[in-house]
């Protein structure tokens, strides 16, 4: 049982004239102020003169700071707010009083029910807020990431044939400023299986190397010849689903909440889907970003287009929430941070929600630029489909799309009779309901004491609670006639608009003003503040893709350099701020931005331009003169060798075992699973014990936050809770283990084993083929000697063993050739 619950039920039921008044000042001067004035200011007040433990309770204010111990009261938190453990005698050291027996069950009830329902305190703080020093702003237009990006000629060079790009000269040039010259070409076939890795995700056939590795030698010029082959790639499905999960990365997209309440999101995979057509289309990243924050805002031209744009605002509802909070204004106001923070982020690299509870640290961000954003995000509502249970305190609905031809439902409809049933059942509950509060109200007004009916009050209170929770989860799934519906997790503005309070250390209890909604005051930007009809969000996604925000281009060309080169320009993708790094070429990346936005804010355009430079396709290979001088390569004298992504490590077994499933998996596997508890799966085994047995894309797998697919756990998958623009990359035992021993691994080598032996009558010939499909090329003669030697000793033990067995011996050297640090690298 939940215990947020449980206490909620026994405050209600239990002390029903408590629970009614709990909210009023009436109650605080009644049942609160008089306790404090008699058992606490003796050792707790400025009228005293003592504060023992540093802890002042005659002033709200020093309720809420609380002494050396933290915090006397939490609003909406009585299992947090020592006041309540100390009054119980629960912490012999925080005992008050602390001579004599703790204060008695129904003074300690009292202060439960008031700290739950906000801690209404009326008294006049004896420590004000104090004045904040403004935030320089100014200065923090000067700061490089927050001027637009200028236009910058390409800079002189020695070497004047060697550029394809104009990224190509500013490379060059800072090289050549060093002292340093660039690395010769990769090899043909190391180019292209680099190019595929990049771009789709997965290596090149032993065909596709070849005839390209032909091509390449046989010409003198081999512009047309790239250029060709990266325009074949882009076009591609497999470039959309690669390029996709980039962005799923940044919008923290997972199918299940986390956190205490991991329940799931049947319906994110709507939004998934959404990312992968955006990218095959080329839609462009202006756009994109409009419809993920405004599109239910936004004028559809059919019905087709109106389901795109309700199911682009997925973006906001996919984080991980506090589903078993119990103060509803908390809960609002964590959810609009949570937004806020993943929105500044993902789309121009900064901490704005830093700023919650005091004035960045060192940012040019004030509280009043938060609570400006915030306002924003709690004038909107946010749809993420979870009903009230033991687990969630916060039930959602989820939006309705129009019907369409072909149109996917995977959620399952009900029997007419069935749907009437359960509405009964509703009405009855929701009777009971009303019969029992207002059998509290009478009690409470003629002044009965109803508390020895507390457990059984409690207990009809949970099971209507949670019945009905269970009931609107079925509903909402299914039309009056039991049909189901096309459903998806996203926003639209909430009935109320509001501006948001500025809080005092970001405390509910502690509203200091409100703040009107808009932008932070350190860009100078030329956008219409948000009106009193809408949320503002439509104006906000105006605003971030404003062709002159110093950000917004800049971030998204950083990520793009960032996955073609393992490092980005700006190394801390997710922050160009103060405390991030310093850009290694900053008129690059001016303008890669510039060149994104002239491009109608083309994707593809950038990829393009930066995978056809000389840069991108320079050898990998040590190089003692560069490596004195740039260990870490930031000048890029060289390409750096990078460790494949834990999807393309999966994908790529996939595709050279002959086994990929390259369609797209209709809906997800979390949409068929039972129940919406993922903890309680594990219990019923509705979960089931491998999400990892898809042959399909590792984009199609099951993202379930705290239950990934061993692979995408293993090889560093991205956190799902967090924006993560740059994941990291391990290497630890677990990795190995999985590779050898891993049964999917196994399955994959059994069927590289087969694929390769397939037509080949001798050794020499089916080592070849295992060799070209993993690596692209051909084993040398080192590495003939080595399988020679293997095999041999192989059989020898196999002998001895009576179980001589070729395709099994050669099942073994194929899992050798995919544990392989070749295999799991590109150069």
Known sequence: ??????????????????????????????????????????????????????????????????????????????????????????????????????????????????????????????????????????????????????????????????????????????????????????????????????????????????????????????????????????????FAERWARHWLDVARFAESNGRE???????????????????????????????????????????????????????????????????????????????????????????????????????????EDYYALAGIFQSTQTHYGTWIDSENNNGSSLIRLPKLPAQLIPNKPLNPSKVRQLRADRNKLDAEQTAQEAYIKKAQKEGRDISHEGF??????????????????????????????????????????????????????????????????????????????????????????????????????????????????????????????????????DTLAQQMIQQDWSLKALVREIVLSRSYRQASDYRKDGFEKDPDNRLLWRAHKRRLDAEVIRDSMLAISGELDVSRRPGSLVTEFTGQSVSLMGFNTALPADLDGSLRRSIYLPVVRDHLPDVLELFDFAEPTLVTGNRDVTNVPLQALYLLNGPWVQQRAAALAKRALRGKNNPEAYLKRAFELCFNRAPDQAEKELANAFFQAARGISASEHKSDEYRLFTLFCQSLLASAEFRYVD
């Open 456 to 589: 059984r009050l409690l207990s009809n209170a949970i099971r209507i609670l949670w019945t009905r929770g269970g009931i609107d989860g079925q509903l909402m799934t299914v039309d009056d006639e039991g049909n189901a519906l096309p459903l998806c997790m996203g926003v639209e503005d909430a009935a109320h608009i509001q501006e948001a309070q500025l809080l005092n250390r970001g405390e509910i209890a502690q509203p200091v003003k409100a703040v009107p909604r808009g932008f932070p005051a350190v860009f100078d930007l030329s956008v219409s503040a948000p009106g009193p009809v809408q949320s503002g969000r439509l104006e906000l996604a105006k605003w971030l893709t404003h062709p002159e925000h110093p950000l917004t281009a800049r971030v998204i060309a950083n990520r793009v350099w960032r996955h073609l080169f393992g490092v980005g320009l700006v190394r801390t993708a997710d922050n160009f701020g103060y405390s991030g790094e310093r850009p290694s070429h900053p008129e690059l990346l």
């Open 1 to 238: 049982m939940n215990l947020h619950l449980f206490i909620l039920g026994a405050a209600v039921f239990m002390s029903s004239a408590r629970a009614a008044m709990g909210t009023d000042t009436a109650f605080f001067e009644g049942k609160i102020r008089p306790v404090l004035v008699k058992h606490c200011y003796e050792c707790h007040s400025a009228e005293s003169g003592k504060t023992k433990g540093g802890l002042s309770l005659d002033s709200k204010q020093g309720l809420l700071t609380g002494g050396d111990s933290g915090p006397a009261v939490v609003p909406g938190e009585p299992t947090k707010s020592l006041l309540l453990a100390a009054m119980r005698h629960e912490d012999p050291d925080l005992a008050m009083p602390p001579k004599g027996p703790a204060l008695a069950t129904a003074v300690t009830i009292d202060f439960e029910t008031w700290i739950r329902e906000g801690a209404v305190d009326p008294r006049i703080s004896s420590a004000p807020i104090q004045e904040r020093p403004p935030v320089d702003v100014a200065a923090g237009k000067k700061f490089w990431s927050y001027q637009k990006p200028q236009k910058h000629p390409n800079p002189e060079v020695q070497n004047k044939g060697w550029a394809r790009r104009d990224l190509d000269h500013h490379i060059l040039a800072k090289l050549e400023r060093e002292g340093l010259s660039p690395s010769p070409d990769a090899a043909p076939g190391v180019l292209l299986r680099r190019l595929y890795l990049d771009l789709t995700g997965l290596p090149p056939t032993p065909e596709e190397s070849q005839t390209f590795v032909k091509a390449w030698t046989a010409l003198e010029t081999r512009e047309g010849l790239l250029a060709s082959t990266v325009d074949g790639l882009l076009k591609s499905p497999r």
């Open 261 to 367: 309440s991991n329940l799931v999101f049947p319906h994110a995979w709507r939004y998934r889907d959404y990312v992968v057509d955006a990218i095959q289309s080329d839609k462009p990243y202006d756009r994109f970003i409009v419809e993920q924050i405004a599109g239910d805002l936004l004028p559809a031209k059919n019905e087709s287009e109106r389901a795109e744009h309700l199911i682009a605002t997925g973006f906001l509802a996919m984080g991980a929430k506090g589903l078993n909070e119990m103060n509803k204004a908390q809960f609002a106001a964590d959810l609009a941070d949570e937004q806020l923070d993943t929105v500044t982020r993902a789309i121009i690299a900064s901490s704005i929600a830093c700023a919650r509870c005091h004035d960045h640290k060192s940012e040019p961000f004030s509280m």
